[in-house]
């Protein structure tokens, strides 16, 4: 359709105008603060009628202040705000403007994307919630399907409290606690004798409840996590601690290392004496990676492989987000690559060629020569994959180092280069 031209569209609009006096929804020439803005408005956006009718209204909706929040002729902004959403918002909640300093902001609460969470002229949710707290938290946090599938659960996650524990814009604490762990799970769990007695005479009360408990639910009682360690699981607190009753009750019999390879020698004297060694052989502890007394991950790997592997070792793309930098091999699990307590090769890998070759097999049948006999014309070191592909950081697809269009096989076929 082609524009209006500048007569046109004034004449459009009067046009408009005055079919809308006629109708009685807007007075042709009003007095100064006369119009009523809410009328007015439903005279053309009659969608929103449900919405400023609903049982939890919007201040300025429910007043007829709609040029509160937006212009009513031009506007930078969507929906002909007066201003972005964020700086709009504060206008009227200043008492939220210190959340943005706080050290964990919610990520909707960042962006200024308040219209993710809240609906701007009204609904029938408290603090206009754009559907039920659970449901409104589940539709980011994908994990609350998993977790209600579970047949323990927490009171305050079955019952949908998630601001029982979180504070919903922002908080001093990880994971937007509304206080430190021990104290949120204080307000309902009494240190009593029969918390006591629970927890075999030990003053848990200082540690981290979620070392043992998943705080949203389990498949086991007591809201215990998925794994279970041997002595944990039997109750031998003095396996590995000191008495319950001592000055240091949680102090360990022996340094961890020692500790641990009372009952898994094996493992810990390999990582000792392995030529490229891993966490016990590097001067760390087995506890970096591995939950003490109980865990979700086989091997009471202390989460998810890849987020415990990156606590430490960040390529780039896990907490940098650097565009063209990747956090792991194709998804893969970084154990499939891997010795996790040490190997032979460097960067703990659990293979050379052969590594890449376990699942790129038609790629190493039909591609370029590699091995001792061919050699890298820039360094004389023999070819190998990741001469032209990188495992982790890569800027090009397929991991390669530079764009296989041209520039890769230039770098060493110079011949064909031609200087072009």
């Not at 009753?245 to 290392?257: I, N």
Request: charged letters at 20%.
């Amino acid at each position: 359709m082609s524009r209006l031209t500048p007569h046109l569209a004034r004449a459009a609009l009067a046009t408009a105008w005055l079919a809308l006096a006629a109708s009685g929804a807007v007075v042709a020439n009003p007095a100064p603060g006369s119009i009523d803005q809410r009328q007015t408005c439903l005279a053309c956006h009659d969608d929103l009628a449900a919405s400023l009718a609903a049982r939890v209204p919007h201040a300025p909706a429910r007043d007829g202040q709609c040029t509160a929040c937006h212009n009513p002729h031009v506007s930078r902004f969507d929906a002909l705000l007066q201003e972005r959403p964020a700086v709009l918002c504060l206008e009227c909640h200043a008492d939220l403007e210190p959340e943005l300093e706080r050290a964990h902001v919610h990520a909707p609460v960042a962006e200024g994307r308040c219209a993710d969470c809240h609906t701007p002229h009204g609904g029938a949710n408290a603090r206009l919630l754009t559907e039920p707290r659970a449901e409104l938290c589940g539709s980011c946090h994908s994990e609350l399907a998993e977790w209600r599938a579970r047949p323990v659960q927490h009171a305050p996650f079955a019952q949908g409290s998630c601001a029982g524990c979180h504070e919903p814009h922002a908080g001093d604490y990880p994971g937007q606690l509304a206080k430190p762990v021990g104290e949120v799970c204080a307000t309902c769990h009494r240190r009593d004798a029969g918390f006591t007695r629970a927890h075999a005479g030990y003053p848990v009360e200082r540690a981290d409840c979620r070392q043992c408990h998943d705080p949203h639910a389990s498949a086991r009682a007591g809201l215990f996590r998925k794994q279970l360690h041997a002595p944990f699981e039997q109750g031998e607190c003095t396996t590995c601690h000191a008495l319950a009753g001592s000055s240091d009750p949680f102090r360990t019999r022996l340094p961890l290392a020692e500790l641990c390879g009372e009952c898994h020698e094996e493992r810990v004297t390999g990582s000792q004496t392995a030529m490229f060694p891993h966490i016990t052989g590097g001067g760390a502890d087995c506890v970096d990676c591995h939950n003490p007394h109980t865990a979700d991950g086989a091997a009471l790997v202390d989460g998810p492989v890849q987020s415990v592997c990156l606590g430490c070792h960040d390529p780039g793309g896990a907490s940098s987000g650097a565009p063209g930098r990747h956090a792991s091999h194709a998804e893969l699990d970084c154990t499939t690559c891997h010795t996790p307590h040490g190997g032979e090769r460097p960067v703990l890998l659990a293979g050379a060629e052969e590594l890449c070759s376990s699942c790129h097999e038609h790629q190493h049948s039909a591609a370029h020569p590699i091995g001792e006999e061919v050699r890298d014309p820039r360094t004389g070191v023999p070819m190998t994959c990741t001469t032209c592909h990188g495992i982790h950081v890569a800027p090009y697809s397929k991991y390669l180092h530079r764009s296989e269009e041209r520039e890769l096989c230039v770098s060493c076929h110079k011949k064909f280069g031609g200087g072009r």
